[in-house]
């Protein structure tokens, strides 16, 4: 029943920008906590971004930190990733997920392992 339907992946030159766009339903998104994560060929899964269920606590990783921007439109039940001044180590397979716990709150700590419902991904491959 929960769907999340990531889109927006490309392939882009080194210093370009892109909008990743994870379209949720099935549960009530406003009330849940979402981040997003990647996967590179071969590497584990890591955290990028994540963001309360109001918008108001927001999270990045190291690497995201200054490039990346992570929104919601609770509207449109809609999780959004900016990603500016991309580089090939960003390449990998993102995905959004949601975190089933109530509140609005995130896990404690910006890691995927906590997170429960994941869309398939969507494929972004950075070339210099």
């Known amino acids: 029943q929960v769907s999340l339907l990531e889109s927006g992946g490309d392939s882009v030159d080194a210093g370009g920008s892109l909008r990743l766009s994870c379209v949720a339903s099935g549960f009530y998104f406003n009330v849940h906590c979402m981040g997003w994560f990647r996967q590179a060929a071969e590497k584990e899964r890591e955290a990028v971004a994540d963001?309360?269920?109001?918008?108001?606590?927001?999270r990045y990783s190291d690497s995201a930190k200054g490039r990346f921007t992570i929104s919601r439109d609770n509207d449109r039940s809609t999780l959004y990733l900016q990603m500016n001044n991309l580089k090939p180590e960003d390449s990998g397979l993102y995905f959004c997920?949601?975190?089933?716990?109530?509140?609005?709150?995130?896990?404690?700590?910006?890691?995927?392992?906590?997170?429960?419902?994941w869309g398939q991904g969507t494929q972004v491959t950075v070339v210099s």
């Open positions: 963001i309360s269920n109001d918008g108001q606590r927001i």
């Open positions: 997920a949601a975190y089933r716990g109530y509140g609005g709150y995130c896990p404690p700590t910006l890691s995927p392992t906590r997170y429960n419902y």
